[in-house]
Each structure stands twice: as C-alpha cells, then as structure tokens.
C-alpha cells in the first residue's frame, strides 16, 4: 500500500473525533456515534482508494452508511479492505469519561477477518511476550512467562481487563496470581494497544469484548510487534449460523494475529477524549486540535501527530 494514504485516512479519524467530540459528555449515545459515522463516511469519499468496509456500523439493513459490504472511497487507486470503529467507547463519549477513540484498520484485499459481531476471548502483549502467550493456558500461566520474558516478577506486572460480570472468576485468579489489574469500563482497542506503549502501565490484556474490536486491535499489534490470539464466543445458536455465513468455518479455533490482520496493514486513530493512549479533542476559538497515532506494518513506524484545525476554511463537524 502506498505509504501516503496513511496520512489520508488519519484525516479521516480526526474528523469523526471533532463530531463526536462536541458531544461528549451529553448522555446521548445514538446522537454521538451517528456524528462519528457522519463525518468519517464524508471523508472517506476524499481518500483515493476502492475499498470495502469489512467491519462496521452493522449490515446494510441495520445502518444508514458504514455497513458491512459497503464500498467507500473515490473509486479509483488500490483495493483495500477496512475495519473501522467511528467511535469506539460511545458511552465512555457520552458521559464524558476516558480513552475513546476514533479509529480505523486498513489492509489490502483478503487482508483482514470478516468478523462476525459477537464476543470474542482475547489475549494481547507488548512485543517482548510475542510468542509467549497462548490463549489455551490460564491467565495465572500467561503471567508468569511473560514475567519471564521481560525478566520481572508477576508483581510488576499489570493487566488490562474490561470491568464486566463475566469476568469475576478471571479477575480472581489474576489477583491470586499476584499481578496488578487496571479494569476499564470501555475501549479494549486502546487497552490492547497500550501493552506495547513501555509507558502506559500496561503489560497484557485478559477477557471478553466484541469481535470486530479483536480484529482491529490485532491490526494495531501487527504494526507496533505486539501478540495477539482471538477465539469467537457466540452467545447463541444465530451468532454461530451468522458467523459461520461469514466464512469463519470453525467456531472454537483460535486466531492467531496474522490470521486476524495479514499482509501490509496501516492503523490509523484520533482520541475523542482524554485518554492514556491519545489526548481527546481540544476546541478552540478558531478551531480544534486533534491528537493521533498513525502506524504502518511495512515499516514499523509510528507518527504522533497533533493537528490544528480551522474551522473557517474546512468543514464544521
């Protein structure tokens, strides 16, 4: 992929950051998330490529625009696929709280996994536990040979774990297992990400959240040499006939990061609000600044780039 349209789709997360944004703190969850979806869809249009949302806002019948299946682009240049979230963390958004984000997956064609939307068990690490840990073992396993790896105690280790009923009994045996949990009520995107930042805090992250976020987290390792493994866990019979439909043909094998995101992929993604991954949207008189992390897999390079906008020669999101 060229190496330019990485700063081309940042545009386009930075637009969905500023429209949300305004809405942070409202209460309004819907009112939010279609701001987002709004303005990352009339920006899209601008970015010279032929691509195919692979995950989205939903199926075409679902949601107004961003669906599963839709094409997005100018029409001409490469064929791409994209994974995107206009607005990860939409509650944190509406009531005003930490780490959402704007955020988008790009790969070439075939490319990135057509993930059903249902749960998935997720396992990621920063770049010194790759190869390391394996989803199949517990949790108090995972710790001890990535405290191994990085040549610490399980003490000095901190997990990252969605604050959810479902996870009580793995909250408990992490906590036995003398590591240091950080649970979040949002966003595992920006957590997953955060285990290969050396100065977020975190070092691995244990639990259950939404597919499409596991393949776009995954996207993100790729490019930072981080690990990550999914396995699918359907709450019913109609999200394994779904996810089956969508060409997943063994509903308990485990997805290893390059099945999830393969190939030359970019990572683009803008913080809505604060966060301990990026700043959230600052207005101003004449404007907003906008903070984002742009990485390419081809490279290993990582652009933080803080932007001005201003609002009285582009679009008022």
């Excluded at 597919?211 to 394994?240: H, K, M, S």
């Excluded at 970019?266 to 742009?294: D, R, Y």
Aim: charged share 25%; net charge negative; aromatic share 4%.
């Amino acid at each position: 992929m060229n190496r330019n349209l990485a700063l081309e789709f940042v545009r386009v997360t930075e637009m969905a950051a500023i429209a949300s944004a305004r809405l942070m703190g409202r209460g309004d969850e819907k009112a939010a998330d279609q701001a987002a979806v709004d303005a990352m869809r009339a920006m899209l249009d601008s970015v010279e490529c032929n691509a195919t949302v692979v995950i989205g806002e939903g199926e075409r019948d679902e949601a107004p625009m961003l669906y599963i299946g839709e094409k997005v682009g100018s029409g001409n240049g490469p064929e791409l696929e994209i994974a995107l979230d206009p607005l990860e963390g939409t509650t944190v958004c509406a009531t005003g709280g930490y780490n959402s984000i704007s955020v988008m997956a790009i790969a070439e064609k075939g490319g990135l996994l057509n993930a059903p939307d249902t749960y998935m068990q997720k396992i990621a690490c920063g770049p010194e536990g790759k190869g390391v840990i394996d989803i199949r073992d517990s949790a108090a396993e995972n710790l001890k040979r990535l405290a191994e790896a990085k040549k610490c105690r399980v003490q000095d280790l901190t997990a990252v774990i969605l604050d959810r009923p479902r996870h009580a009994e793995l909250i408990q045996e992490v906590r036995e297992a003398g590591a240091r949990i950080q649970l979040i009520g949002d966003g595992d995107v920006s957590a997953a990400i955060a285990t290969c930042n050396p100065n977020s805090g975190v070092d691995i992250l244990f639990g259950t959240g939404g597919a499409p976020e596991g393949v776009i987290a995954a996207a993100a390792l790729r490019c930072t040499g981080g690990d990550f493994q999914g396995i699918l866990r359907p709450r019913n019979d109609e999200e394994i006939v779904r996810a089956k439909a969508m060409g997943v043909e063994d509903i308990n094998k485990i997805f290893s990061i390059e099945e999830l995101a393969s190939g030359p992929v970019m990572f683009c993604a803008t913080g809505v609000t604060e966060g301990n991954f990026l700043k959230g949207v600052q207005f101003k008189p004449w404007g907003a600044i906008t903070h984002s992390m742009v990485m390419r897999s081809q490279s290993g390079t990582i652009r933080h780039i803080s932007a001005e906008h201003h609002f009285d020669t582009k679009p008022r999101y």
